[in-house]
């Protein structure tokens, strides 16, 4: 059974920072290629940052600088490192795994940044 569950979501003041987790299984985790996404109250879910199976990273324009993806294939979890955390970053955050043909999500975890 393919789980990916979120942590690390809450509530930060702007400027502060966040590690999220995801830990995935019942896929070949080494293989996916990972991403972040987020979806903020009553707007589509935007993509954020990915991760391929050899380490390069990729981000979304409103983060680049400020956001860090990584992951640990021998731990089969994937981070989300939020530093200088703008109240427009508030949404939930999703994990999402995608390898071969097959795509899974996470059911997200709640980011809210506010003073």
């Known amino acids: 059974q393919v789980q990916l569950v979120e942590s690390g979501g809450g509530l930060v003041q702007p400027g502060g920072s966040l590690k999220l987790s995801c830990a995935a299984s019942?896929?070949?985790?080494?293989?996916?290629?990972m991403s972040w996404f987020r979806q903020a109250p009553g707007k589509q879910r935007e993509w954020v940052a990915r991760?391929?199976?050899?380490?390069?990273?990729i981000y979304a324009d409103s983060v680049k600088g400020r956001f860090t993806i990584s992951r640990d294939n021998a731990n089969n979890t994937v981070y989300l490192q939020m530093n200088s955390l703008k109240p427009e970053d508030t949404a939930v955050y999703y994990c999402?795994?995608?390898?071969?043909?097959?795509?899974?999500w996470g059911q997200g975890t709640q980011v809210t940044v506010s003073s």
């Open positions: 991760i391929v199976s050899g380490g390069n990273t």
């Open positions: 019942g896929f070949t985790f080494s293989s996916a290629a």
């Open positions: 999402y795994g995608s390898v071969r043909l097959s795509a899974y």
